[in-house]
């Protein structure tokens, strides 16, 4: 039995519309084990199908190519939801505490979905995953850098580049689960903070 992620399970749903969209989870999570485990050129779409338990008729009539199917897997099993998650709200809230915290949720989403480093490996090479690879990484940047905007507005950050800060926080830990040897995501985070800290 395939394993499952977040947003999917087992059980296929009564009604029609529920199908439709268990379908599609099973897919993206079929397509992330695949993927991650031998490279975006190196796997098929056929290969997704089959993990997925649906036709390649099917497949593609929930995604028309590998690469739409690639960017799908990195924007909704990536980090990007729950980074929107994390900053809603959150201009007013120290950087000593939202920074811990989105690196400790990223952290987290790598240790349970260590395929996704292998998807983003890989995809690199493909100038189309690339360019979709990138416009994740610009609103990751978007996102961030305008809370760490707000924090220098309030007194509490020193002007820095905040897409290097950016970089820094998700680079080390995506490293680190790269090389087989995780890192403290607080450790990172205490790291980076402690270079762009005001001196009161």
Known sequence: MMPTQAGSSDTMPVRRREQAEWRRQRILDAALLVFGS?????????????????????????????????????VERGFLPELRELLTGAGDRPAVVVLPEVTAGFDR??????????LFVSGAANPKIRQGLEEVLNETHRLLGKYLSDRIAAGELRPHDSRAVVQALFSSCAFGYL??????PAAVAQIVLGGIMAVR
């Open 179 to 184: 090389a087989g040897q995780p890192v403290d």
């Open 38 to 74: 031998k490279g975006v050129d190196a796997a098929s779409m056929k290969e997704v199908a089959a993990a997925a338990g649906v036709t390649s008729g099917l497949l593609y009539h929930y995604f028309t190519s590998k690469e739409a199917l690639s960017l799908a897997v990195t």
């Open 109 to 118: 989403m790598l240790s349970q979905r260590t395929a996704l480093v292998g």
